[in-house]
């Protein structure tokens, strides 16, 4: 199975239509920077009202793409994968230049389940469902319920007297990579490679974020650097190859058995596929639960009497997840590429052209979610938000992130009720992931 050829295409340069709506010139999705500062949420709403299908242009001569806002058009696309393709380009905005690239993390990124359409989506999809049923679920409840419980435990002296900490830091990237690695199967022994491995990417992409903004003069520091994120990225990428085949010959009842297993037109994946499976895997467990269990704490200390009602009413935390992961939208925009001529709201687009989803907007569109910037935790259809996507590539592990935060949050509230954000608190520059790198919190 080589789809790595199609999807390369980095989209038709446009508009090849006239625009029905206009393109509003003080807002640029494209600069990373702007998200430093939180996602635009304002510039989210004029869109909805005034171009809700809006032609962006791209820096470094990238063709341009759509940009839709309004959760019934991102609902449209979503649920049309056969006009709207992931294939034909992957999910992400732009590529970059080849030159640029790090070629072992650009091929496993494209060669994902996440990248592909029918029939080789549902095939692998379908491969992975036994491992998210209700009863495989219950045994990692129980795991998050002691490992929360474990972390709450070292973090209670730390908050003695009035001591701020770093949420992000001492619970939620910790949380997130204990839970993959149950559900993967990982030995306990292997898993502080797992922190590592996510230390090297997250500096390597605050390097590549200060390159943008100005060239870094290279020092025998940063050198070094480089070095060592390569051999980590082999090291990531080994490991995960070597324990895949390792499950081929001996089974497991985990994930990774499941991928290893996972055929498509009769056939066990390819090495690369394994490569791509994996580097989904450790990503899409990781990131959004992580940025969601930050930023729930931050939404409830902006609104307490929302908090309030939780601590008095725990009952209420199944539908208060889903109306933190709504505000939060971790995931800010998934990318597809039209097929065909479509028109999208009015707004005819052509062949090739990218069409970008924008989570975030959709999920505070008031036409759905009324007063949608006020967190609301009795909201009746706070489940309506889209933040794991909609149709056939909805997201997998969904009711796995709703676990751990629900399971957080309990534990979270009934222990240390007075735990707030004291507003120092560090966003990356990213226009993919809502990606909280520091959220500092205190008693009292």
């Known amino acids: 199975m080589d789809l790595i050829s199609q999807t390369v295409v980095d989209g038709k340069a446009g508009p090849g239509a006239g625009t029905t709506y206009p393109t509003l010139p003080d807002i640029d999705l494209?600069?990373?920077?702007?998200?430093?500062?939180?996602?635009?949420?304002?510039?989210?709403?004029?869109?909805?009202?005034?171009?809700?299908?809006?032609?962006?242009?791209?820096?470094?001569?990238?063709?341009?793409?759509?940009?839709?806002?309004?959760?019934?058009?991102?609902?449209?696309?979503?649920?049309?994968?056969?006009?709207?393709?992931?294939?034909?380009?992957?999910?992400?905005?732009a590529m970059g230049p080849p030159d640029r690239r790090h070629a072992l993390l650009f091929r496993a990124s494209m060669d994902t389940m996440i990248n592909l359409d029918a029939p080789h989506h549902l095939q692998l999809r379908r491969e992975h469902m036994p491992y998210f049923t209700p009863s495989y679920l219950r045994g990692i409840t129980e795991a998050v319920k002691g490992e929360v419980t474990r972390l709450l435990d070292a973090m209670e002296p730390l908050l003695e007297g009035g001591a701020t900490i770093d949420m992000v830091e001492h619970f939620s990237s910790v949380l997130p990579l204990f839970t993959l690695c149950e559900i993967l199967g990982v030995p306990p022994e292997d898993r502080p490679r797992f922190l590592k491995w996510m230390h090297y990417l997250e500096r390597a992409q605050d390097l590549a974020v200060q390159q943008a903004a100005a060239p870094i003069t290279p020092t025998l520091e940063l050198m070094q650097f480089v070095m060592d994120f390569n051999t980590n990225v082999e090291e990531m990428f080994d490991y995960g190859r070597m324990m895949l085949l390792k499950r081929r010959?001996?089974?497991?009842?985990?994930?990774?058995?499941?991928?290893?297993?996972?055929?498509?037109d009769g056939a066990l994946l390819a090495d690369e596929y394994l490569d791509g499976s994996w580097l989904l895997i450790v990503f899409a467990g990781n990131d959004t639960t992580r940025n969601t269990l930050s930023g729930a704490m931050k939404l409830l200390t902006e609104f307490p009497d929302q908090k309030q009602a939780l601590i008095d009413n725990p009952g209420l935390l199944g539908g208060a997840v889903d109306e933190f992961i709504r505000m939060v939208s971790p995931v800010i925009y998934m990318r597809r590429t039209a097929t065909a001529d479509v028109e999208l709201n009015g707004q005819m687009i052509r062949e090739g052209e990218k069409v970008i989803m924008y989570y975030g907007a959709a999920n505070r569109d008031p036409e759905v979610f009324p007063n949608p910037d006020q967190l609301d935790v009795r909201r009746p259809n706070a489940a309506k938000h889209i933040a794991f996507g909609y149709g056939p590539h909805t997201c997998i592990g969904k009711r796995v992130a709703q676990i751990q935060l629900e399971e957080a949050y309990r534990q979270i509230l009934a222990r240390f009720p007075d735990l707030k954000a004291t507003g120092e608190m560090e966003i990356a520059p990213n226009n993919f992931v809502h990606a909280i790198s520091k959220l500092m919190v205190k008693r009292g």
């Open 249 to 264: 010959e001996d089974p497991k009842e985990d994930l990774l058995t499941a991928i290893a297993r996972a055929q498509v």
């Open 30 to 93: 494209a600069d990373i920077f702007r998200f430093a500062k939180g996602q635009p949420f304002a510039d989210y709403a004029r869109m909805r009202v005034e171009a809700p299908v809006m032609w962006h242009a791209e820096p470094y001569g990238g063709p341009g793409f759509w940009a839709v806002t309004r959760h019934e058009d991102v609902m449209s696309v979503n649920g049309d994968p056969t006009t709207y393709s992931s294939q034909r380009g992957g999910i992400l905005m």
